[in-house]
DNA sequence: GCCGTTTTCGGCCCGACTGTTTTCAGTCG
């Protein structure tokens, strides 16, 4: 709940500060993005802060004054802001969506608007694709391709939303269901409990006695904007967010049987059902019947030792041999959520991250942490105001200072960097310098459209480097937003694994990067992987374990994964891999 | 609209790249 108030609140500054901007309103809008990132990032609730200390509670806030403690205050006590529903009358245009469109920023849609009257993707797309567009300044027929590609793209992702973005959400509405009395058990089931990267809708699967109740209170969900239909098992909705969400209620016997039928996907549950057939079974949501007796239903480790299988984690019933593995008792241990020592990729307020070092450091021991990497991006990285090698040694003096400070704790800060990697596989900072830090970082930060065959040289190159540990992000993609740049990822696992880079599994709920079936590639080769939060924000290491769940799902153990070892194991092997 | 060991007023993050231009506006993060 605390999560969402705060992600409200930052969704609404992020429109203030789009709707500004495409005014051309100077430094506002900064100011209020700058504002809504802090928010969205924070651990306390920001509502709280109000509760108890008023406006100048939310003064106190970095990156809140006066006057944007007022809109907050006007928000939480109103429920809107006046000058936000003006601005959108004087500028009718959906601006989060058109700036969505890859390309489309304030000054175009501003253009567009003015000149053409598009208010939204639809008109933009159908001027485009009249050629309208192309006269207009600034415009030409690159733009046109370059938009209609944007949002080709973004209509492939449509329905769809980010695994980060849900789950918060998702486990709020179970807690609350399963508080309605009568309640026995309540699950998230589907893609979600799978870990799928991203979410097509809420499939929850409850028992109770009393199915009424459990159905009433779900309509009855604030989030709840439309309902499709309603029974006494089976009740689907839409919610405000965007993604509709279908609630199942069994009775507590079949409680196994309904989460299997419910999680798998087609594929998975199409293949066990196989399996039931050829035994003599029917196996369906109720439970595993052989005629009409029940065989096995209350829990789903049953159902599928019945079917001759080991238990099978959500995270792998995706019908890509994990079935055949169950059978001959092969499935690995998976890695536990929760078991990550340290996280190698944090930035801070020195570049794009919003808080100190310190700060950074005690949000990460509160997350249950040993050890943290101090990754700010370097020089060529202009607009984060990237480190060059003086500050980076600067920064060092910092964190020794810190170090010192969190002896007694036994928490350890990491020297470090996410090294840009130039337009030729060089590295932006001088060896001298990186010699200087605990371990060295890279990644692809621009010339995203190089053909897969330079892409992947320049990045093989780099990882050639006799310094470099760690391969951040390695496709560069945003789920939803951003294609992953060309890339040869076979020989660049190849070549991680032949100069001892590990590579990066990114928690950031829409980078994911690898994605689970890179990571599974990877571990097949013996390249060793590193789960990192690239938190932001105190608030991100909350993140991890989305990471976790995509190694989870490319069948990672916890001997796969550097970070889950002490901060002095993990050095030690990073530097006997470069050997 | 925010912020302050150069400032309570006057700055606002330091740049690369693309596609549009014919010297530069707009986007990116």
């Not at 506002?28 to 509502?47: C, F, H, L, Q, W």
């Not at 949002?151 to 508080?179: C, H, N, W, Y």
């Not at 170090?403 to 007694?408: P, S, V, W």
């Amino acid at each position: 709940m605390a999560v969402l108030h705060n992600q409200r609140i930052a969704r609404l500054l992020n429109e203030m500060s789009e709707y500004l901007e495409v005014q051309d309103v100077p430094f506002k809008p900064s100011a209020y993005a700058r504002a809504a990132g802090i928010i969205a990032g924070m651990t306390d609730e920001v509502t709280d802060i109000y509760d108890q200390n008023g406006k100048k509670g939310l003064d106190g806030i970095p990156g809140v004054g006066k006057g944007i403690a007022e809109k907050i205050e006007e928000y939480i006590t109103t429920g809107s802001i006046k000058e936000l529903e003006q601005m959108k009358k004087k500028f009718p245009v959906n601006v989060s969506e058109l700036s969505a469109v890859q390309g489309v920023g304030p000054k175009k849609i501003a253009a567009l608007y003015k000149k053409l009257n598009i208010k939204n993707c639809a008109d933009l797309e159908r001027a485009v694709r009249a050629h309208k567009v192309a006269g207009l300044a600034h415009f030409g027929k690159k733009s046109e391709e370059q938009i209609l590609k944007g949002i080709e793209f973004l209509k492939k992702g449509r329905g769809r939303m980010l695994l980060g973005t849900v789950v918060p959400l998702a486990q709020d509405i179970e807690a609350r269901l399963r508080s309605v009395p009568g309640v026995a058990r309540v699950t998230v089931a589907g893609s979600i409990r799978r870990r799928q990267e991203t979410i097509g809708d809420i499939d929850i699967v409850a028992t109770t006695a009393h199915p009424k109740r459990v159905m009433d209170a779900f309509i009855a969900l604030p989030e709840v904007e439309h309902v499709y239909s309603s029974g006494p098992t089976k009740t689907m909705v839409r919610l405000s967010i965007g993604i509709d969400a279908d609630l199942r209620v069994v009775k507590k016997d079949c409680y196994g049987a309904a989460l299997q039928y419910f999680t798998g996907d087609k594929q998975h549950n199409i293949e066990v059902r196989k399996i039931a057939i050829k035994k003599g079974y029917k196996l369906s949501e109720y439970g595993l019947f052989k005629e009409k007796k029940l065989i096995a239903a209350k829990t789903e480790e049953e159902i599928y030792k019945k079917l001759g299988l080991a238990y099978i984690p959500p995270e792998l019933r995706t019908a890509s041999g994990e079935i055949e593995a169950a059978r001959r008792n092969g499935l690995p241990d998976l890695i536990p959520y929760g078991s990550i020592r340290g996280d190698l990729q944090v930035q801070t307020n020195w570049t794009d991250g919003n808080a100190s070092i310190e700060e950074m450091a005690k949000a990460a021991m509160n997350a249950g942490l040993e050890y943290i990497a101090i990754t700010d991006h370097t020089q060529s990285l202009a607009m984060t105001g990237g480190l060059d090698e003086k500050k980076l040694a600067r920064q060092g003096k910092e964190i020794d200072a810190l170090n010192k400070k969190f002896k007694q704790k036994k928490f350890h800060i990491l020297k470090s960097a996410e090294v840009n990697i130039m337009k030729d596989g060089s590295l932006d900072i001088f060896d001298a310098a990186l010699k200087k830090l605990d371990l060295v970082c890279v990644a692809v930060h621009s010339h995203f459209a190089l053909s897969e065959k330079e892409q992947t040289e320049r990045i093989i190159r780099a990882l050639k480097h006799p310094l470099v540990n760690i391969l951040f992000h390695p496709t560069g993609r945003r789920i939803g937003r951003r294609e992953a740049y060309a890339l040869d990822m076979e020989s660049t696992l190849r070549a991680a694994k032949e100069y001892g880079v590990a590579m990066e599994a990114n928690a950031s709920t829409d980078r994911l990067d690898l994605k689970d079936a890179h990571i599974r590639r990877a571990i097949e080769l013996g390249v060793n992987i590193v789960v990192n939060s690239d938190a932001h924000a105190p608030g991100h290491f909350a993140n991890l374990d989305l990471a976790i769940a995509q190694v989870r799902r490319g069948w990672g153990k916890k001997s796969d994964v550097l970070n889950t070892l002490s901060v002095d194991k993990c050095l030690a092997f990073l530097k006997r891999l470069k050997k």
